[in-house]
Structures are given as structure tokens and as C-alpha cells.
């Protein structure tokens, strides 16, 4: 005999929330097959389940396309080039006496070290970034010569236009975080209302046999499953 089971994906649980309700009225006339309540239930709950559900694959869409963009991942370039090349400069100025080497921990960098730090990922470049455009406003607000070649002046358009894109691939992701919890609360509903609307659809043809019975409960959105030991014999057979 076949069994029923739960949806295991949101996309399933639309189907099957979409079969119920759809099901339930035919040629504008409700069937009485299911409840009142549970039908309004079911109606309104896939409205706002399908729209959080079509929102969140909007959000990953988004995500995935501007996180393959060209104009992203040449700002992000653009910007680990610029705050690499100021570092190194500012290291040769002081290599050569023309910067204090006291002045390096205004950058964040260690005072008895030549090192450039590593900027391999997105937030290292935020980070350092940061740390040298507010070192070098430290360094000249005490009457320090400026850098140049590249001046602060073009790192800071540089690295700003990398940083905007940045936190509003952030801000992005912070969307679709919340849209994915959302469909993560709501998940436990869907399965509350299918199962409760196909126990109402089993019993309103509880009279009908057999595979007539299963084919009408497939038809307002029951899922039925062959039992393993079923499948098994078939094939022997």
C-alpha cells in the first residue's frame, strides 16, 4: 500500500500547499473537501511562503551576479594594488630617512619590520585600507611631508569605490541571510498545514478504494510513496 510523506523541499511544499488550495474550489465553487479554516489557512500561508521563497532566490541571484561581476572584482583589484603600492613606498621612504620609522605603528604596521602585509582577501584590503588612510592623515596632521606616487589622495577614490561595493555586497548578504531564517521559521507551518489538509483530503474520500481513492488525493496535492518492500516485489516479478 502506498504511503504519504511530507515534503522534503520549499519548492515541494509550494506544490503541495498550491495543489490543495487550487483543488478546493473548481469552477468558483469551494468543494467542501476541505475545512473553511484550513483552506484561508493554506491560502494565505502560500502567499507569504512563496514570497519569501521567491525573494530569497532573488537575493542569491543578485549575490551571484555581482559577486562574478567584472567592475567588483576589478575595484577589488584596483584596490589591493594601490593600498600594496602605498605600503611599499611608505617602507622605502623610511628605508631612505625620510619618514621617522617611529611613525609606522600609525599605520598599523609593526615598527622594526619591512614587511608587507598579506592582502589576499576582501577584508584584509578593508582593513589596511583603513589603517594607512588614517595613518597618513595622522602622520601629515603633524606636519609630515605627503607620499606620493601613489598620493592618499587617489588611494582613498580607489579604495572608497572598492569599499561601497563591498558593503553593498554585505548588505546583500545580510538580505539573504534574513530571508533564508524567515523560510527557516516558516517551515515548520507549511508541514503543520499540509499535514492536517491531507488528513482532511483522505477523509473526505475515505468511501473511494483503492487506486481510485489514491489518484483523487493526488489530484489536491497528496504525495504518495511505493513502500520499499512493495518496489522490491514488482521488480521481481
Known amino acids: 500500500m502506498p504511503y504519504r510523506r511530507l515534503p522534503k523541499t520549499d519548492q515541494a511544499r509550494i506544490r503541495a500547499l498550491r495543489a490543495a488550495v ?14 473553511h479554516n484550513t483552506y484561508h489557512r493554506a491560502k494565505s500561508f502560500l502567499e507569504r511562503f512563496e514570497r519569501e521563497v521567491m525573494l530569497y532566490k532573488r537575493c542569491v541571484q543578485e549575490q551571484a551576479s555581482k559577486r562574478g561581476n567584472v567592475s ?4 577589488l583589484k584596483k584596490a589591493r594594488m594601490y593600498v600594496s603600492h602605498f605600503i611599499q613606498v611608505l617602507s622605502m621612504a623610511i628605508m631612505r630617512g625620510e619618514i621617522a620609522r617611529s611613525k609606522r605603528p600609525y599605520y598599523g604596521l609593526p615598527e622594526n619590520e619591512d614587511t608587507i602585509p598579506n592582502l589576499f582577501s576582501e577584508s584584509a584590503v578593508l582593513e589596511w ?3 594607512i588612510i588614517e595613518g597618513e592623515r595622522r602622520r601629515q596632521g603633524e606636519g609630515g611631508v ?3 606616487n601613489p598620493t592618499m589622495g587617489r588611494v ?12 553593498r555586497q554585505q548588505m546583500l548578504q545580510e538580505r539573504t541571510n534574513e530571508s533564508l531564517r524567515n523560510i527557516s521559521d516558516m517551515r515548520f507551518e507549511a508541514d503543520e498545514i499540509i499535514f492536517e489538509a491531507w488528513g482532511e483530503i483522505e477523509k473526505a474520500f475515505a468511501s473511494l478504494q483503492g487506486v481510485a481513492r489514491i489518484k483523487k488525493c493526488a ?9 520499499p518492500d512493495r518496489k522490491s516485489k ?3 516479478q
Open 234 to 236: 514488482k521488480e521481481h
Open 156 to 167: 582613498s577614490v580607489v579604495f572608497e569605490l572598492f569599499k561601497e561595493m563591498y558593503d
Open 219 to 227: 489530484s489536491y496535492g497528496v504525495i504518495y510513496y511505493e513502500r
Open 22 to 35: 487550487e483543488s478546493s474550489v473548481q469552477n468558483g465553487i469551494f468543494t467542501n473537501v476541505l475545512s
Open 146 to 148: 605627503p607620499i606620493y
Open 129 to 131: 585600507g583603513l589603517k
Open 72 to 75: 567588483y572584482e576589478e575595484a
